[in-house]
């Protein structure tokens, strides 16, 4: 359909019947194309924008009702009127309906009875046309808000959006957001099934007001994606509150029906979206601030050692962990200390803070690995019953490079040195649980060799195993960077996932040569 003239196909092989019925819906308003034979006029509805097909019965080469069947197999919304310059029955009649036809005329027929039908069966398809269209766009709209408030980051959701809203519109499309931190970011998908990409732009929100409205801009002024030429594009903005920048969704105007009534639920469903994912991004700074806090400040500087720490909390993560470590000197020695509290949560981030701050009072008691992993479990078991770590202690002599360690129940550590690497196995129960613990183990930390404590979120992968984990840590872990803070963060770059999901810790202690 051309804007609002409806265009039509008539179907005869007689040229003094078929020139009636042109002139007829040409007077009528309606834009009329021809054909003589049904394989004619199967090709122009296969090749051209038709709304409407009036068809003879009787075709030279074809049945109108095998034409009539072949049209609705391949345009089901198209509507066919039948017409017939012969006496037809009530078996003919009901033959064409029953195959497809959406109105079956005898001759005579009158022009104003043939108009009257065409635009009765117009107004039927368009309705239903649009009532489909409508169906069609909230089923896809209501996977976008799906999509939209699972996704795990600022940039996801505005990608997720973008893409969801070229789907709905079948075009090019554009959602504009600030983020927590005040960065205004734009997913723009060029079209449906397109990838969606995040760039950075800047939009004035001078007199947008709170809740919904909806303008019709000039595409120059979002010059984001390549519009469709000649038109101009709507813009959705949604406001859910005063202090708080308003979301924009921008489309071509083309896609648009009355009031927008789509696209103004896709901007505030998005909107929505866009303010749960600011207030996770609030809260997860405040835990990750906090937790960082639970934390050693700074490192010790001891003579003959090289030490760096990497910590990580969990990206999808709003609650604080329970990853620990420590380092601190102790009449000579070094106390190294890493370990893992069940769960994450503000109670597991207490336990974490009360297990740290027992390990360096035991410990600056005097008290050797294994004695303090014991006192620890006594204090877990009478106070903080119910809870479970995992920790590993050690403490190294710089000049000789002895170590005594006890672990826990953790992760073994790691030594590599010269391209080898070791795991320092001892198998012993949890924290919290009743059980005979093995006697601390005693080893040398050659010159020139790496210690390397970590949790478990550095190497365990949904899609792998905890012995395939250990596998590549090895594998990453035979070369060690002169930058001992280098070779901590190509650990997490190398073994991490993007998007980590629990708190990953690291402490590298390398015994200089």
């Known amino acids: 359909m051309v804007g609002d003239q409806a265009t039509v196909l008539v179907v005869d092989d007689s040229r003094t019947k078929r020139y009636l019925l042109v002139s007829w819906l040409t007077r009528a308003g309606f834009a009329v194309r021809e054909a003589e034979t049904g394989t004619e006029a199967l090709e122009r509805v296969a090749t051209e ?11 030279p080469d074809l049945s109108g009702f095998d034409v009539c069947e072949r049209i609705k197999a391949d345009h089901p919304a198209m509507p066919v ?6 006496a037809v029955d009530v078996v003919d009649r009901a033959q064409g309906l029953t195959r497809g036809a959406d109105a079956y005329l005898a001759e005579p027929i009158e022009p104003e009875e043939l108009v009257a039908t065409a635009h009765a069966v117009l107004r039927y398809y368009q309705a239903r046309q649009r009532a489909e269209l409508l169906a069609e766009r909230l089923t896809v709209l209501a996977d976008t808000t799906v999509a939209v408030h699972a996704a795990p980051n600022f940039a996801r959701l505005l990608e997720a959006a973008a893409a969801g809203a070229a789907d709905i519109f079948k075009s090019p499309a554009a959602v504009i957001a600030e983020t927590f931190d005040g960065d205004c970011l734009a997913g723009i998908a060029a079209g449906p099934g397109a990838k969606p990409t995040i760039v950075p732009w800047v939009v004035d929100d001078t007199g947008v007001p709170t809740g919904a409205t909806v303008r019709v801009n000039d595409p120059a002024e979002w010059g984001l994606v390549s519009w469709p030429a000649g038109d101009t594009v709507t813009v959705a903005a949604a406001r859910l509150r005063e202090d708080r920048a308003p979301l924009y969704v921008v489309v071509p105007s083309a896609t648009q029906t009355a009031r927008t009534p789509v696209l103004v639920q896709l901007a505030q469903a998005v909107a929505s979206a866009v303010e749960a994912q600011r207030s996770f991004d609030e809260e997860h700074r405040i835990a ?79 008290h050797q690995p294994g004695v303090i992993l014991d006192r ?20 190294l002599h710089p000049p000789s490079g002895r170590i005594r360690l006890a672990s826990a129940g953790h992760l073994p550590a790691l030594v590599s040195v010269d391209g080898r690497v070791d795991f320092v196995q001892q198998s012993a129960p949890l924290l919290g649980v009743r059980a005979e613990r093995p006697d601390d183990l005693e080893f040398v930390l050659p010159a020139g060799a790496t210690l390397v404590l970590y949790t478990d979120g550095l190497i365990e992968r949904r899609d792998a195993t905890i012995d395939e984990g250990m596998a590549a840590l090895a594998a990453c872990a035979a070369r060690v960077d002169d930058d001992l803070d280098r070779f901590c963060h190509r650990l997490l770059v190398e073994l991490a996932p993007p998007e980590i999901h629990d708190d990953v810790a690291v402490v590298a202690v390398r015994r200089r040569r």
Not at 49 to 59: A, S, T, W
Not at 384 to 394: F, K, M, Q, V
């Open 49 to 59: 924008p038709i709304d409407l097909v009036v068809l003879d019965v009787r075709l």
């Open 376 to 395: 620890l479990n006594e204090l877990m078991r009478t106070l903080l019953r119910n809870e479970l770590a995992t920790l590993c202690i050690l403490l």
């Open 288 to 366: 990750v601030t906090l937790q960082r806090s639970l934390l050693p400040q700074r490192l010790p500087e001891v003579a003959g050692l090289d030490l760096a720490v990497r910590y990580e909390p969990a990206s999808a993560q709003t609650e604080v962990g329970g990853d620990f470590y420590e380092l601190v000197m102790l009449d000579g020695h070094l106390l190294v200390a890493i370990g893992d509290v069940a769960g994450h949560s503000l109670h597991a981030a207490t336990v974490m803070a009360e297990l740290r701050h027992a390990v360096r009072a035991y410990a600056v008691e005097g």
């Open 81 to 86: 009127i039948h017409v017939s310059a012969h």
